[in-house]
């Protein structure tokens, strides 16, 4: 159980990081440098304890996993962070990622849904549509810059992409499983963030070449020592710490137990995000929240 509680607190100090690292250094830089860091760190430790957890046909599900997941689903997550803040990025990608998930799975894999689930559903999207009314206090202070019906738009897509990568790893592994290799949680993560810090590599040189000077020109600088320890917090705390946390407790727990800890994630943003983002959100917002967190909580449970 401690480490699913870990993981919770290590994923919400991520997103409170990151949401730092896109104000100040753009969403579109600063996730691909995140990822850059993450990816060099993640490599590091799995060509040395498992370098032939690498290769064959489920490295390219992986890849294509990371892509959508790391990728795609974390520029959009970025530019969420700016845009609606922390919190609410989190509580929609978390929330919604299940039901993309499910979805897919439906779609392409052929499994049914039943009528738990679909009440699930029904309350997580509820509860999401509640949560979206910001607090009167939060409009004033609140961090953020860009357009809040745009950042609800990019975290509901970073939610498609954490669902529908999710989906393409179960694949990775089971291609991993029918050559006989053995892959961890580590060396999949590395492989997933390699592919997202390529894709938002080449996001990052399409902007550049692209559009006007103005635009990338207002990306920050991320040797500033005074965001470091964002920076590092942002790149390690998620796909490093986070994910290695994670896995310690799959090893140990059923997995229904540990995704509605996990589930959880957005009721521990709120304090943070209240201290680091003056993001203060209202009642009917707070109620909101509570009930799209229990939506996804029963739906691992029931699942």
Not at 30 to 37: D, E, K, P, S, T
Not at 86 to 95: A, M, P, Q
Request: glycine letters at 12%; hydrophobic letters at 60%.
């Amino acid at each position: 159980m401690i480490g699913a509680i870990f993981t919770t607190v290590f994923f919400a100090l991520s997103a409170v990081t990151g949401q730092r690292v896109a104000v100040n250094l753009g969403s579109i830089w600063g996730n691909a440098v995140r990822l850059f860091i993450a990816a060099v760190v993640l490599g590091v430790i799995v060509f040395l304890a498992w370098p032939d957890s690498v290769g064959g046909k489920p490295f390219l599900w992986f890849l294509l996993s990371g892509v959508v997941g790391f990728g795609i689903g974390d520029v959009a997550l970025f530019l969420a962070y700016e845009r609606i803040g922390s919190r609410l990025t989190i509580l929609l990608n978390l929330c919604l990622a299940p039901l993309f998930a499910m979805g897919l799975e439906w779609i392409w894999l052929g499994s049914g849904i039943s009528i738990k689930v679909a009440a699930c559903a029904a309350i997580i999207l509820a509860g999401v549509t509640l949560a979206l009314r910001p607090g009167a206090k939060s409009r004033q202070k609140m961090m953020r810059r860009g357009s809040f019906g745009f950042g609800v738009f990019c975290a509901v897509i970073a939610g498609f992409g954490q669902g529908t990568g999710a989906v393409i790893s179960r694949k990775a592994e089971e291609a991993a499983a029918d050559v006989g290799m053995v892959i961890n949680g580590i060396s999949a993560a590395f492989q997933r963030v390699l592919a997202g810090f390529l894709f938002a590599a080449l996001v990052v040189i399409l902007i550049r070449f692209f559009s006007s000077n103005q635009q990338w020109k207002q990306w920050g600088n991320p040797l500033n020592p005074k965001l470091a320890p964002w920076l590092l917090g942002a790149a390690l705390f998620g796909p490093v710490i986070g994910v290695s946390c994670f896995q310690w407790a799959l090893s140990s727990l059923q997995s229904g137990i540990v995704l509605a800890v996990v589930a959880t994630t957005p009721i521990v943003m709120i304090p943070l995000a209240a201290w680091n983002e003056h993001d203060h959100p209202s009642r009917l917002a707070l109620v909101g929240a509570l009930l799209a967190v229990a939506g996804v909580v029963l739906l691992n449970v029931w699942a």
